[in-house]
């Protein structure tokens, strides 16, 4: 069990609760990877979160004591991410995408993807100048990319798309939270298998599963938590990735673009498609493994 280190013994304010955390959490030889990328942040993520804070701990809070409850909400939780290995936002049943929050539990994979700067400029500047009337997202886990493109495009009708019944579900009440249900339509399908033949999109995006057999094995400890099927796609982890590509010209307006992710998977998809051109996208927050394609360039595949 986590040793507790009451105020008196030095934990006062805010400032001494991540710094503690964070050497708890370097200590314990943590993995990380969902929402933060070392001890430090995930450190102050599990401090904001517990005393209701904004993601990003305002410089004026940094020396304000902490109470009583509040240290004992902080270290009951240090102690269960450190024991058990969880990821912090299923501890904390919430997760941030796009600037926005999300109710995540272990029904769905942890809302992460870089597709979120994508998001957070409006696709730009692949879909300037374009109305973008309709979009498509393949696999919404908790509805977080539905909800981003629902806000960046306010006059789009958005499909979200998920095999299970229990992602759809949660989806539901995270597209509630943010007042989306009316824009955002939910359906059970199997990559395309019950998206309209004649509807046609402006923007199709997907994070699909894609971790292949190698990667699947070596996983840390944290990420056997989320759901496997959110995260295995078999040898080389394009089991999905396949179907996605040839499906994607028919169902896409003449301007349109496909968007997908495939992380580590990157090297294996281009080997398999040596003639497509891929564009490969950089992020500023990190991130890897995302191409974009042209209505025109998926017409060959």
């Not at 040793?3 to 314990?28: K, N």
């Not at 304000?64 to 299923?90: K, M, N």
């Not at 249900?181 to 019950?194: G, K, N, P, R």
């Not at 796609?233 to 010209?249: F, P, Q, S, T, Y």
């Amino acid at each position: 069990m986590l040793e507790v280190y009451p105020a008196q013994h030095g934990l006062l304010t805010i400032r001494d609760h991540v710094r503690w955390t964070a050497s708890r959490f370097t200590e314990a030889g943590l993995a990380f990877g969902h929402g933060t990328d070392n001890a430090l942040d995930e450190a102050a993520a599990l401090v904001s979160h517990s005393l209701h804070l904004p993601p990003q701990i305002p410089d004026l809070y940094w020396d304000a004591r902490i109470t009583e409850s509040e240290q004992a909400l902080i270290l009951d939780r240090v102690a269960r991410r450190i024991e058990t290995l969880l990821p912090l936002p299923y501890i904390t049943g919430e997760a941030w995408f796009a600037g926005l929050p999300f109710h995540v539990d272990q029904r769905v994979l942890i809302p992460r993807s870089p597709i979120a700067e994508l998001i957070e400029t409006g696709f730009s500047p692949w879909l300037d100048g374009i109305d973008v009337n309709q979009v498509l997202e393949i696999g919404t886990g908790s509805g977080c990319i539905a909800a981003g493109c629902a806000l960046a495009f306010p006059e789009a009708e958005i499909l979200a798309t998920d095999l299970s019944p229990d992602c759809l579900a949660l989806a539901r009440r995270n597209l509630a939270r943010h007042g989306l249900t009316e824009q955002v339509q939910l359906q059970q399908s199997d990559v395309y298998e019950a998206v309209p033949a004649d509807r046609r999109f402006d923007l199709i995006v997907s994070n699909p599963p894609y971790v292949d057999a190698e990667d699947m094995s070596s996983l840390p400890p944290e990420y056997r938590y989320e759901p496997r099927q959110a995260l295995a796609a078999g040898d080389d982890g394009l089991a999905v990735v396949h179907r996605i590509l040839h499906g994607a010209a028919e169902r896409l307006t003449a301007d349109g673009i496909l968007v997908c992710e495939v992380g580590n998977s990157e090297w294996a998809l281009a080997e398999a498609y040596p003639e497509v051109p891929f564009l490969w996208l950089e992020f500023e927050r990190g991130g890897h493994g995302v191409f974009l394609l042209t209505a025109g360039q998926l017409s060959s595949i």
